[in-house]
């Protein structure tokens, strides 16, 4: 089956605030008292904010009740927020840049397929918003990654059946999502030596010698 459409990944694939998400989950484990590090991290790639909460608070000796969950959830989504108010057309770089376009000249439709509810303020940012064909973002989905809900979205939206899609991916739960999907994906950054993915790559610009 030949690969008609690309669903991109957004935080860790487009641009790097898979780390403005590290930054935020911090200073809000470090003013609960919460043990927190990078590794912890790893498991927050991909999976909801409350569900990025849940695993932080696996550290925790304090129970919370639902309505403080979501205050903290608040809460770190404005730190993070914060962070992509900075964010500008800077913040994408010329090999995701030009390896999008030659991909799009190429014949393949675009999208993005982002568990983030975040997402259409960062395409905003970056000066993305308009360049692909359908954005599928965690305002879409009741389930988030592992969960193939995303991505199936975004093959609606392309009108692409999913085995003739392909996902890029940073996050293992991101890889999972998409062989739920029943679509090719390769790993890139945290990703790259997934054991789910199909393609490993080290550079963005890889992609240019898969979907040619
Ligand atoms: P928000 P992606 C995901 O985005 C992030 O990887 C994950 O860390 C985050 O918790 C999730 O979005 C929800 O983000 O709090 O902005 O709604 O990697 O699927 O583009
Ligand atoms: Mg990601």
């Known amino acids: ?43 927050l790639r991909g999976v909801s904010r409350l569900e990025s909460l849940e695993i932080i608070l696996e550290k925790s000796n304090k129970l919370y009740t639902e309505e403080e969950k979501s ?12 962070f992509l108010k900075k964010m500008t057309t800077n913040d994408v770089s010329k090999e995701v840049l030009d390896t999008l376009q030659i991909l799009r000249e ?25 360049f692909f064909d359908v954005i599928a973002d965690g305002t879409m989905i009741k389930y988030s990654k592992p969960h193939p809900e995303i991505f ?40 790259a030596k997934c054991i789910f993915a199909d393609y490993h790559l080290s550079e963005f610009k890889e992609l240019l010698d898969i979907f040619k």
């Not at 694939?13 to 780390?19: A, N, R």
């Not at 935020?24 to 927190?36: M, P, Q, R, T």
């Not at 439709?109 to 982002?114: E, R, V």
């Not at 568990?115 to 905003?124: D, F, P, T």
């Open 1 to 43: 089956m030949s690969i008609k459409g690309l669903i991109f990944d957004l935080d860790g694939v487009i641009c790097s605030t898979d780390l403005y998400h590290y930054l935020s989950w911090k200073k809000l484990a470090d003013k609960l008292g919460v043990y927190f590090d990078t590794e912890i991290n790893e498991r």
């Open 71 to 82: 205050k903290m959830a608040e809460e770190k989504n404005k730190y993070y927020q914060t």
């Open 106 to 130: 190429r014949g393949y439709k675009l999208a993005i397929g982002s568990s983030s509810k975040n997402a259409k303020i960062i395409l905003k940012q970056i000066g993305l918003i308009d």
């Open 152 to 191: 199936i979205e975004a093959s609606k939206g392309l009108n692409i059946q999913p085995k003739e899609c392909a996902v890029i991916e940073d996050s293992e739960s991101g890889c999972i999502a998409a062989k739920s999907a029943s679509m090719k994906v390769a790993g890139i950054s945290s990703a």
